[in-house]
């Protein structure tokens, strides 16, 4: 059964810091993974999709990156902003089935 | 843009109580789940359905039970509710294709008293 995990669990960092978040997956035989971002009692929010056969993706100051083989995605966020606070999860798709984290809550601090 | 709507945000229900959570997508995805949170437990898959009227159980489907009679709409039944079921629900979809992302909706916050 593929295990996700997410380290920290949860970190502040001063705003205009850069923010690295680690997920690490125990099966390396995924199609995708995918971060995700959730506001407090809201629904999630897709924020990168990397392929299996990718190595990283970027949106603006977010950018994943992906080492299949050791079984490891990094999300960093540049500059971080107040706006970035919420918690980030990533999912690893195999199959039909999406696998998660339990996230990482990230508090940016004016 | 993909919509993923929920029926309601927030729902207050009685133990013992049938409860629907309606979920509906306007993308034609094939692919629709239904997912619990709960705090230190992260996402889990109750059931998803992967064409018409066809259904899947997933990591944990005790209490429930759901229905997918239109491509567009997915629903989850609770035919007893308890308490140990008050949870943020949340519902996605996606296509079949497992190189394509999965689009969830705003979640419905169920209270069981």
């Known amino acids: 059964k593929q295990e996700v995990t997410q380290i920290p669990a949860a970190l502040s960092v001063p705003e205009g810091e850069n923010l690295v978040l680690n997920c690490s997956f125990t099966d390396s035989a995924i199609y995708n993974l995918q971060w995700f971002r959730q506001d407090p009692g809201k629904g999630l929010t897709s924020l990168l999709l990397?392929?299996?056969?990718?190595r990283e993706q970027t949106s603006g100051r977010l950018n994943a990156s992906l080492d299949k083989s050791s079984g490891r995605s990094t999300l960093y966020i540049a500059a971080s902003q107040p706006g970035d606070s919420a918690t980030y999860l990533c999912a690893v798709r195999g199959n039909n089935r999406l696998a998660f984290g339990k996230g990482n809550q990230v508090v940016v601090i004016p | 843009d993909v919509k993923v709507t929920q029926s309601s945000r927030y729902l207050v229900k009685r133990t013992g109580e049938k409860v629907f959570l309606e979920c509906v997508q306007d993308?034609?995805?094939?692919?629709m789940f239904w997912y619990r949170q709960d705090p230190g437990l992260g996402l889990r898959l109750i059931y998803f359905s992967y064409d018409v009227k066809m259904k899947e159980k997933g990591d944990i489907p005790e209490g429930y039970s759901v229905s997918r009679e239109k491509k567009e709409r997915f629903s989850l039944i609770l035919e007893s509710a308890s308490t140990n079921q008050t949870s943020m629900y949340l519902c996605a979809s996606g296509l079949t294709s497992p190189r394509v992302e999965q689009f969830f909706g705003p979640g419905t916050r169920l209270t069981v008293l």
């Open positions: 990397i392929q299996s056969s990718q």
């Open positions: 993308m034609d995805h094939e692919n």
